[in-house]
């Protein structure tokens, strides 16, 4: 006689940071179990999909060119590791590098329950986790990448904390805009359209500025927006 399905939620770890509170949790067990990250009582993301974490890699893949020369790219946020994953997966990207500024969330990659994601890519050589924030690490780096796929908030409208409204200003996206090559692409995950984000992203020099939905079973679809440093 098999065993019912527990659908109840299970607090995995939780840690205070120099930026708040950070919570892995389980819901439901064996392989249908879904693991969610709560950063100070926000819901951020979880292991049930993953569509829109894998559409922010490859739309930001196709956008890129560099003629012969394979791309590289910086992915925002590690998350529960479907962007890192994705683009490991694709062995066109020279360099994959990540920054995480929480280092429960690494921790939980490395030697956790989200190793079963980013276990393997965490293993190819071309990756690199940075342990730093991501608009400082955008100020300081003299660092160039092909692409920069962001997703360290649930949109530009709704960060996870203040300050990281400053990635989505004026200042924000110059620096964003530094650490690109001439012809690169940001791309930025959110859970809901902005035109006010667009509108930013033009008035900060961007081109081909866009946006990619994500259709959801229910509710407003995800979007990813899509710009290019002007050559």
Same mark, same amino acid.
């Given at each position: ?28 067990? *064996?392989?249908?179990?879904?693991? =969610? ?6 819901? &951020?993301?979880? +292991? ?6 894998? &559409?922010? /890699? ?16 910086? /992915? ?8 890192? !994953? ?13 920054? %995480?500024?929480?280092?429960?969330? /690494? ?12 276990? =393997? !890519? ?6 690199? /986790?940075?342990?730093?924030?991501? #608009? +400082? ?17 649930? *949109? ?5 904390? %203040?300050?990281?409204? %400053? ?11 530094? @650490? ?10 959110? @859970?809901?359209?902005? !035109?006010?984000?667009?509108?930013? &992203?033009?008035? @900060?020099?961007? +081109? *081909? #500025? ?22």
């Amino acid at each position: 006689m098999p065993f019912p399905v527990s659908d109840a939620t299970v607090t995995l770890d939780r840690r205070m940071g120099p930026y708040g509170e950070v919570v892995l949790r389980r819901r439901g067990d *064996g392989d249908a179990a879904v693991h =969610e990250i709560i950063a100070n009582g926000c819901f &951020l993301m979880d +292991t049930s999909d993953g569509r829109s974490e894998r &559409l922010l /890699i490859d739309a930001a893949y196709d956008a890129v060119t560099t003629g012969n020369v394979a791309p590289s790219v910086l /992915i925002g946020g590690l998350g529960v590791g479907f962007s890192l !994953a994705r683009a490991a997966a694709n062995r066109a990207w020279r360099r994959i590098a990540v920054v %995480e500024r929480e280092q429960a969330i /690494i921790d939980w990659h490395r030697s956790g329950p989200l190793a079963a994601i980013s276990g =393997e !890519a965490l293993a190819d050589p071309r990756c690199v /986790i940075l342990h730093t924030n991501l #608009v +400082t690490y955008l100020r300081t780096t003299d660092d160039q990448y092909d692409a920069l796929c962001l997703d360290i908030d649930n *949109g530009p409208d709704w960060t996870v904390t %203040e300050d990281n409204g %400053e990635l989505y200003s004026p200042a924000g996206l110059a620096a964003c805009q530094g @650490a690109l090559r001439p012809g690169g692409v940001l791309a930025v995950w959110s @859970a809901q359209p902005s !035109a006010a984000f667009e509108d930013a &992203l033009r008035n @900060a020099g961007f +081109t *081909g #500025v866009r946006t990619e939905e994500i259709r959801l079973a229910r509710g407003v679809p995800d979007v990813v927006h899509l710009a290019v440093r002007p050559a």
